[in-house]
């Protein structure tokens, strides 16, 4: 079995990948600017970071992005000023905490005082949808084919999905890979040490997690089968349980469209959806779940994880050398199989729709500057920019033994490089299985991993859909759903209660047009 210590790969470069975590993912092309309209804007994949013509000034703009670390890049540091200088501009970067950001951004919009460039972590939320009709946000779609860089880096899936409404694109998707995607990762470890095998259905998952809970695997009286959280708007982490049991994908912890026969249904009002409120509340009764899921963000629920006191979690295999850094502290000897990625579930896990949220341009930006900007990241997908962030410098984040890059773990982690992931990233097919830092022994089985799951992973149907009635509508739906939900796997309401909610949506005039809006905008998508 491949092992490490202290001082092995991951530690060394678990920093470069902890931007794949999360959730988490795309990028925008345009013209060049008025001074060099299309004469250098048709850079191939590889990029030149020297694409900018030397003799205009540096382009000057702000940019507001989340960070995952507990601090953000240095603003003044050697890797941001080797960046600007590849980019021929000043980086303003508002970094702001992941666990504050969505906040932020609706008081930002709200405000009309925006960056010149910010994240959206969701296209489809009610605050950006309003702000692309009034005319807030840059309609990028005349431009972005321009940019050799971004066309061939962001999949044209990734740009269709995108787009609002009217067809046209108003960000720049940030690119992720569709396989691999976001799903229940167990200790295989405590599996092994158990003769226990991977569980590919509910049943068997049940098993596992009680069998994890009943050997107090963690040593320590405090060992739960599955370290996950709920937030204030969907069922977080505990989402791959109700999509297990429906097989229905869900776009941000919402699980709400099937595709059945051609036509999307509401997925509360099916028995799966009640199958698996039952399945939560046993588990929860049985102490397989955190006590206080309801009240843990989720930075506390990957730190549950970490210190080694729970059996299974909700995330991608690339995110490994995170947690490799944070368990070797209480063992050296913890190799890949501590963040072990289930094929699936009761045949289902999820495939992705190719990005991560988007970054928009303020319609306050004038045109000229926004075609700078666009073809600033265009640039930054360069391999030649984007190494820099990627792995910093030479002799101060990295070093070359035998031919390869190494991480400098002390520094890169000081610098928190990795987080300018978090506003242009570029990635391969495997990208979120693993990273080219990682053994080859890990690659080959996670490698593995997610060519089975590309067997019988499942997209999410209504992603990028659009229902008027929804934008007003749904919010409500979601909140007396969601509230409902948490207190029947608490065990403060019944499933009767759940019976009887299931039955006012299914006669809810409102919640009916919502689904022929939504059945509407799908067949639309589907003729183009």
């Not at 999949?155 to 609002?164: D, F, I, V």
Request: some cysteine; proline content about 4%; glycine content about 8%.
């Amino acid at each position: 079995m491949f092992k490490v210590n202290r001082n092995s790969w991951w530690k060394t470069s678990f920093l470069v990948l902890i931007a794949l975590s999360v959730v988490l993912a795309g990028c925008s092309s345009n013209n060049q600017n008025s001074q060099n309209t299309k004469g250098n804007n048709n850079t191939s994949s590889s990029g030149n970071a020297g694409s900018v013509p030397a003799k205009e000034e540096p382009l000057k703009v702000s940019i507001m992005s989340h960070f995952f670390q507990d601090t953000p890049p240095d603003k003044g540091g050697e890797v941001q000023q080797r960046m600007q200088e590849a980019l021929n501009a000043e980086l303003d970067i508002q970094w702001v905490s992941v666990n504050n950001y969505e906040d932020r951004f609706n008081v930002t919009v709200a405000s009309g005082d925006l960056p010149e460039l910010v994240l959206v972590r969701d296209p489809f939320s009610s605050v950006f949808r309003t702000g692309v009709e009034q005319g807030a946000f840059w309609d990028i779609t005349p431009y972005y084919k321009d940019y050799g860089n971004l066309t061939q880096s962001i999949s044209e899936t990734a740009w269709n999905l995108t787009k609002m409404k009217d067809g046209k694109n108003y960000g720049v998707p940030r690119p992720r890979p569709t396989e691999g995607e976001t799903f229940f990762a167990i200790r295989k470890d405590w599996l092994d040490q158990l003769n226990l095998e991977l569980p590919t259905t509910t049943d068997e998952l049940y098993a596992v997690m009680k069998a994890f809970v009943e050997n107090d695997m963690a040593g320590n009286g405090q060992t739960v089968g599955f370290s996950g959280y709920v937030n204030p708007d969907n069922m977080g982490n505990f989402s791959p349980f109700i999509s297990s049991f429906t097989g229905a994908n869900g776009s941000s912890g919402n699980v709400e469209w099937k595709l059945v026969d051609d036509q999307l249904v509401y997925v509360d009002t099916l028995p799966e959806t009640r199958q698996a409120l039952e399945y939560l509340a046993r588990a929860y009764k049985d102490k397989l779940l955190p006590a206080d899921f309801a009240s843990l963000r989720s930075s506390q629920s990957v730190d549950l994880y970490k210190a080694g006191n729970a059996g299974m979690i909700v995330e991608k295999g690339a995110s490994i050398s995170e947690y490799l850094s944070a368990m070797s502290a209480s063992n050296s000897d913890v190799d890949y199989q501590v963040l072990y990625p289930l094929t699936s579930i009761n045949g289902y896990n999820p495939r992705a729709g190719g990005f991560n949220g988007m970054l928009a341009i303020p319609k306050s930006v004038p045109e000229e500057k926004m075609k700078r900007i666009l073809s600033m990241l265009n640039t930054w997908m360069s391999d030649e920019a984007y190494e820099i962030q990627q792995w910093g410098i030479e002799g101060v984040h990295h070093k070359v033994e035998n031919g390869k890059k190494v991480i400098i773990e002390e520094k890169f982690a000081v610098d928190s490089i990795a987080n300018y992931n978090q506003i242009v990233f570029k990635h391969g097919p495997y990208a979120s299985s693993y990273g080219d830092h990682h053994p080859d022994e890990m690659k080959e089985a996670f490698g593995k991993i997610q060519e089975e799951r590309t067997k019988s992973s499942v997209p999410d149907y209504s992603v990028g859909l659009y229902s008027e009635t929804a934008q007003t509508y749904l919010p409500e739906i979601r909140k007396k759903t969601q509230d409902l939900k948490i207190k029947i796997i608490l065990g403060n309401k019944s499933i009767g209660d759940w019976d009887a909610h299931v039955e006012t949506l299914k006669n809810d005039t409102t919640l009916n047009k919502i689904i022929e809006e939504i059945n509407a905008s799908y067949n639309a998508r589907a003729s183009e």
